[in-house]
């Protein structure tokens, strides 16, 4: 019988680096895991979907980078094309997540921290996935 309890990631897919965040098996927190240098399409969804398996990751939380306005721009295409990608290597449930203000928000709790400019760049990605994986962990309470 498969356990009612397992891990949520989340990616924030930017240019050059993905932000990976990670739940914990009761889907209540949220924790970075890593920011990963971009490659390829195929080598980046070769690399999550082995980070899929090693944690045992049954839904990937993918934050949609919408326009302030709500409309889609060409990120939010660049997100959907890169996701057709991963499905192929993985069967893990795949669910974007308005990610509207999660980079901004990230930023500033790195500045509020005293983050240095250079640091700010090797983790901002991966606290912007953590956000996102929080937000819709709040959102959804798995597990009520």
């Known amino acids: 019988m498969e356990s009612a309890y397992y891990k ?4 924030d897919l930017g240019e050059r680096r993905i932000g ?12 970075g895991l890593e920011t990963y240098e971009r490659k390829s399409i195929n080598q980046d969804c070769e690399y999550i979907s082995k980070l899929i398996t090693k944690y ?16 889609s721009g060409e990120r939010v ?17 795949i669910v974007f997540y308005d990610e509207r203000l999660t980079t901004v ?6 500045i509020s921290a005293d983050v240095s400019r250079q640091k700010r760049k090797t983790v901002i990605d991966k606290l912007a996935a953590t956000i996102i994986l929080q ?7 798995r597990g009520k």
């Open 8 to 11: 949520t990631m989340a990616l």
């Open 105 to 110: 928000a990230a930023e500033k709790l790195l």
């Open 56 to 71: 045992g990751v049954k839904e990937v939380v993918v934050g949609l980078p919408k326009n302030m306005d709500g409309t």
């Open 77 to 93: 295409d660049k997100t959907y094309a890169f996701c057709e990608v991963l499905k192929t290597y993985t069967n893990a449930k």
């Open 20 to 31: 990976i965040a990670l739940s914990d098996l009761m889907g209540i927190i949220a924790s």
């Open 135 to 141: 937000d819709y962990l709040n959102f959804n309470q």
